[in-house]
């Protein structure tokens, strides 16, 4: 029985040469395995940079076609009286602050920022007296209101051309 177990036996070589073959046969299917997996991987980028590259084709259209519910509807062009009212409405709130400063400081300011006006485009004029007049460009035109003028038929006149606008 010895020599029968010799025989179907394998020899040292063909052991070796076996062994050989198994390796390379992994070699092999782990060779194929990742070409495989770039493969995959270089699929996945091609699907994921066409994807970035339709939405930001997508973006830009919705850029360029400007959708109300993007970008708000458009701006109301006001006319020049209503534009007039909201200026001499400014003037007035300006004029009283420019009292109440000259009342507490006993001078004019330098300019309207100094007695708390917010509206940096309304220009102070000093008149004589201590009297003043206050500018402010309203479309086309200058309105003006002095510090001698009474104040409520301006907020009546420009509250009413308000009123007109909305109803």
């Not at 394998?10 to 040469?17: H, I, L, N």
């Not at 007039?84 to 409405?89: D, I, T, V």
């Given at each position: 029985?010895g020599?029968?177990?010799?025989?179907n036996e394998?020899?040292?070589?063909?052991?070796?040469?076996a062994l050989?073959?198994?390796?390379?046969?992994?070699?092999?299917?782990?060779?194929?395995k990742?070409?495989?997996?770039?493969?995959?991987?270089?699929s996945?980028?091609?699907?994921?940079r066409?994807l970035?590259?339709?939405?930001?084709v997508?973006?830009?259209?919705?850029?360029?076609?400007?959708?109300?519910?993007?970008?708000?509807?458009?701006p109301?062009?006001e006319t020049?009286?209503?534009q007039?009212?909201?200026?001499?409405?400014a003037?007035?709130?300006?004029?009283?602050?420019?009292?109440?400063?000259?009342?507490?400081?006993?001078?004019?300011?330098?300019q309207p920022?100094d007695a708390?006006?917010?509206?940096r485009?309304?220009?102070l004029?000093?008149?004589?007296?201590?009297e003043?007049e206050?500018?402010?460009?309203?479309?086309?035109?200058?309105?003006?209101?002095r510090?001698t003028?009474s104040?409520?038929?301006?907020?009546?006149?420009?509250?009413?051309?308000l009123?007109?606008r909305?109803?």
């Open positions: 029985m020599a029968n177990r010799r025989e394998p020899t040292v070589r063909e052991s070796k040469s050989l073959e198994a390796a390379q046969a992994a070699v092999e299917e782990q060779k194929t990742a070409t495989a997996a770039r493969a995959a991987v270089g996945t980028r091609i699907g994921f066409a970035l590259l339709a939405t930001a997508a973006g830009a259209a919705v850029l360029l076609i400007r959708p109300p519910w993007l970008v708000g509807p458009e109301v062009i020049t009286v209503i007039g009212a909201s200026a001499r409405l003037l007035v709130e300006a004029v009283v602050q420019i009292r109440a400063y000259v009342t507490k400081s006993g001078q004019l300011p330098r920022g708390g006006v917010t509206n485009a309304i220009s004029r000093p008149l004589d007296n201590g003043f206050l500018t402010l460009k309203a479309g086309d035109a200058l309105i003006a209101v510090s003028d104040l409520q038929p301006i907020v009546i006149s420009a509250v009413r051309a009123q007109r909305t109803g």
